[in-house]
């Protein structure tokens, strides 16, 4: 099975378009798109895509910690 392409991933991950992965990577609005169907990132924006999917992932994480403990503040008043 061959791997999902890094920019459909980031995209599809945090819910933005190309274009708009194109503005916060800081590249013309197309690279995106290009990177996405003809030719390979460079590894710089390969790296910078992890770390923006590993920093969604990691505030997920917090957010449910904070509502396991929002939960358990709760059940100590009752």
């Not at 460079?42 to 509502?67: C, D, V």
């Amino acid at each position: 099975m061959e791997k999902e392409n890094i920019v459909k991933q980031t995209c599809k991950e945090l819910g933005i378009t190309q274009k708009e992965l194109s503005e916060i990577l800081g590249v013309a609005p197309n690279t995106a798109t290009q990177w996405a169907t003809q030719i390979e990132p460079p590894q710089i924006a390969i790296n910078f895509m992890q770390l923006l999917l590993k920093h969604k992932k990691q505030e997920e994480q917090l957010n449910n910690f904070k509502k396991a403990f929002d939960l358990i503040d709760e059940a100590r008043k009752h």
